[in-house]
């Protein structure tokens, strides 16, 4: 059974940093592409980052671009995400999810449940 459980969110003071975890299991980690999604209060989803198999390859959103940085450990089966310099409008629910076919198409096929990180003063 595919696995996704997101870890480490929580609450942050404006310009703090957190590190989320994305544990996988039930299928073979290092064979697929792996984003970063967010979701915030009253809002739709909204992409962030993605990582190619092997970590050599990354994506942005722009409005987090040099504030965040995916990766991966293949060997862990743990994707990734260091968020610094955080602001207000980055709390949302963060989901991990697994690639359907090539990194940068936006389609996925397991997400874990989230985990949520609250920016606030």
């Known amino acids: 059974e595919v696995q996704l459980v997101e870890s480490g969110g929580g609450l942050v003071q404006p310009g703090g940093s957190l590190r989320l975890s994305c544990a996988a299991s039930?299928?073979?980690?290092?064979?697929?592409?792996m984003s970063w999604v967010r979701q915030a209060p009253g809002k739709g989803l909204e992409w962030i980052s993605d990582?190619?198999?092997?970590?050599?390859?990354?994506s942005y959103l722009y409005s987090v671009k040099d504030r965040f940085t995916i990766s991966r450990d293949n060997v862990k089966n743990t994707l990734y995400l260091q968020m610094s310099s955080l602001k207000l409008e980055d709390t949302a629910v963060y989901y991990c999810?697994?690639?359907?076919?090539?990194?940068?198409?936006?389609?996925?096929?397991?997400w874990g449940r989230g985990t949520q990180v609250t920016v606030s003063s």
């Open positions: 999810a697994r690639n359907w076919g090539i990194m940068g198409k936006g389609e996925y096929d397991y």
């Open positions: 039930g299928f073979t980690f290092g064979g697929y592409a």
């Open positions: 990582i190619n198999t092997s970590g050599s390859s990354t």
